[in-house]
């Protein structure tokens, strides 16, 4: 399906932790536009790949997946990961696996690969609008994009969010720990030398710090200019 260039589209980038998953997903819904989850194509993009007996390693074969990926995000309830649907399939929980992660990484690394989904991720791009979760959607997917949102929180906050998700999951976890994983990952997503993490020049920052989710969605809501 190719991409309508005149469809809207409210970028929402940020480090991980930030909240963004969660604001994507109300905007989408209440906006009723569709959603992108950037994130989660490399890992569907292996996923395919696994499942269509293309091996990891066969560069040409994965470029073929990544532009033909058969893909649909769809919002959940506030709290719950984005719905992902593959070839029709539910594969929201295939694709959170250690595996998935460590297939995703492979993929990731082949230029030809990345360059196959920025396309795949413009072909999002749908009337009535888009609302699209990453981390370089305003800088380098759409850089048109007349909204473009960066929603941050201290790394404190962020591993606080991730300490409590983890802990309600049952999940034995150190929040110093977190802390200092969070701080080593921004680290490396602003000074990779593609696509580093970096609000785009007209983006609006929304630090979501001390904020509930209701404040920040209408934060993003009167950015967008449908409060």
């Known amino acids: 399906m190719m991409s309508d260039s005149s469809a809207p589209v409210i970028t929402v980038d940020g ?3 930030s909240g963004k998953g969660t604001i ?9 536009w569709h959603l992108l989850d950037s994130g989660a194509l490399y890992r569907l993009t292996a996923l395919a790949a696994v499942r269509q007996g293309v091996s990891l390693d066969d560069e040409a074969g994965l470029v073929n997946v990544a532009a033909g990926l058969d893909v649909a995000f769809e919002p959940t309830p506030a709290g719950e990961p984005v719905k992902v ?3 029709g399939q539910d594969v929201t929980a295939d694709i959170r696996t250690e595996s998935a992660g460590d297939n995703a990484s492979k993929v ?3 230029q030809p690969v990345r360059d196959a989904l920025l396309q795949r991720q413009r072909d999002f791009r749908q009337a009535p609008g888009l609302v699209a979760d990453g981390r370089d959607m305003g800088t380098v997917v759409f850089p048109d994009a007349p909204v473009k949102i960066f929603l941050t929180a201290s790394a404190e906050e962020r591993a606080q969010r991730r300490y409590s998700q983890l802990k309600d999951a049952g999940v034995d976890v150190n929040i110093d720990a977190l802390l200092e994983e969070i701080r080593v990952r921004d680290e490396r997503d602003m000074n990779r030398s593609a696509a580093p993490l970096k609000p785009a020049d007209d983006a609006q920052v929304i630090d979501s710090t001390g904020l509930s989710i209701e404040e920040v969605l209408d934060r993003c809501m009167a ?3 449908q409060a």
């Open 223 to 225: 950015a967008a200019g």
């Open 108 to 110: 990731a690394v082949m």
């Open 24 to 32: 994507t997903q109300m905007l989408a819904r209440k906006l009723g």
């Open 85 to 87: 649907i593959l070839a």
């Open 15 to 17: 480090p991980g932790g």
